[in-house]
Each structure stands twice: as structure tokens, then as C-alpha cells.
């Protein structure tokens, strides 16, 4: 069972992962950290679409980098290093890219 706050995206993953392989002790903490990233990425996109895109103005007046966007791209970097730490097998990595890619299109369905 998924932990209480992970948020939907999180917990979908975490629940899709946990339900398909058996992971040893050291791989369920990257598994929840992997979760916790993927919602901490969904919370950098609403925000960005709430504040209209990538490309603020700062105080100044100039466009600038929304802070979002750059942490979301450090978060990308660490959603990458989690899920290499996971070595989920190739074959079992498909069945989970398919469910993953079913329930992205679900989601951008109903948004």
C-alpha cells in the first residue's frame, strides 16, 4: 500500500511498481522517493500553467526563467537517477511503461 501523502501521481506509480516486482528493503526507499519526485514534477507543471509558462518577468521588468521550470528540470535529473537505482528488469520495465503510458493518457483525458 501506497504511503498517506503521496499524492495521485506518486501513489499511482508507487502502487503500479510495488504490486508488479518485489523489491528488497533498499529499493522500496527509491521507490518512494521516486514517487515523491514524479508529484513534486506535477506540483512544478500546475504551477507553471497557473502562472501562464516557462517565461516570467522578474522584478525589473525583463523575462526571466520561471523557478517551476528550473526545478522541475533538477527533478527530472533526480527521477532518472531513482529509477536507474531501481533495475527494474527490461521485460517487467515494458509492462510498466505501458500501464504508465495508460494512465498518462487517462490523465491527460480527463485534464
Known amino acids: 500500500m501506497a504511503p498517506r501523502h503521496l499524492k495521485r501521481h506518486g501513489r499511482a506509480f508507487y502502487t503500479l511498481v510495488s ?5 528488497g528493503v533498499d529499493h522500496e526507499e527509491a521507490l518512494l522517493r521516486t514517487a515523491e519526485i514524479i508529484d513534486e514534477i506535477e506540483e512544478c507543471r500546475k504551477r507553471l500553467k497557473e502562472d501562464s509558462g ?22 527530472r535529473a533526480q527521477l532518472k537517477s531513482f529509477l536507474d ?22 490523465r491527460w483525458r480527463s485534464a
Open 19 to 23: 504490486e508488479r516486482y518485489e523489491l
Open 54 to 75: 516557462v517565461i516570467i518577468t522578474d522584478r525589473y521588468g525583463g523575462p526571466k526563467v520561471h523557478p517551476a521550470a528550473e526545478l522541475e528540470l533538477k527533478l
Open 85 to 106: 537505482s531501481l533495475k527494474l528488469d527490461e521485460e517487467d520495465a515494458t509492462a510498466v511503461s505501458t500501464s504508465a503510458a495508460q494512465l498518462a493518457r487517462k
